[in-house]
């Protein structure tokens, strides 16, 4: 995978879809972090659906934390590892407000210290929210990046570096939302969907189907 290659990728991949962004619901970055610490191991759908009763009851740190644990654990309730992730964000919102005067901080040290938020979290926010030219890889863009050849790496963290080194900087704030709805809907985990690929003539995989 040569640097051309890759810009072609990255053009087709904007021209298709030049505003791209996360698919889970938020108003501000705090429902951002919310949405997100509640998204591990789940689908954006799930949280979409919790969330969609969550904030317009409580979407500040403040409103949940009068809200209580039990009954956040009701509304989020529908979400896998709900009670671990209900006490995360309970410890979140005691620092946001303890610390961060109820807000969300910009800043990747502050964000890595809220409980049940690492670095893919952080990423995920200071793209999504701040606009920082971060990439959060996760199981979608992990595959799509090994399986195209576009940033092969034997774990998330070498995926990520290797990404920020190879992506131009004219993609790179908008590069995490391609290549996961890519792998979200087109190079799928079992059978990617390589006919219906809009960049199946650049990708370098080898047992494409049909």
């Known amino acids: 995978m040569n640097k051309q290659k890759r810009i072609e990728i990255l053009t087709r991949l904007r ?21 997100v610490l509640l998204s591990a191991q789940a689908t954006d759908v799930g949280v979409n659906k919790a969330t969609a009763k969550l904030f317009p009851v409580a979407n500040t740190p403040q409103a949940i934390l009068d809200l209580g644990l039990e009954k956040l654990k009701d509304y989020i309730k ?38 049940g938020v690492g670095r893919k979290t952080a990423n995920v926010v200071l793209n999504t929210a701040f606009g920082w030219p971060t990439i959060a890889v996760d199981t979608h863009i992990y595959r799509v990046s090994n399986r195209t050849n576009f940033a092969p790496g034997k774990n998330v963290d070498v995926v990520e570096q290797k990404l920020l080194k190879v992506v131009p900087a004219e993609f790179k704030v908008d590069v995490h939302h391609w290549l996961i709805l890519h792998g979200r809907y087109t190079c799928v985990a079992r059978k990617p969907r390589c006919g219906s690929c809009l960049i199946e003539d650049l990708c370098e995989f080898k047992d494409k189907t049909e």
């Not at 996360?22 to 919310?34: A, D, G, R, V, W």
């Open 78 to 115: 529908t979400i896998g590892l709900f009670n671990t992730k209900a006490v995360n964000t309970m410890k979140t919102c005691q620092m946001l407000v303890d610390l961060h005067n109820g807000e969300v901080p910009e800043d990747r040290a502050a964000l890595e210290a809220l409980p």
């Open 15 to 35: 021209d298709n879809n030049p505003h791209p962004t996360t698919e889970l619901n938020f108003s501000s970055p705090f429902e951002l972090l919310i949405a």
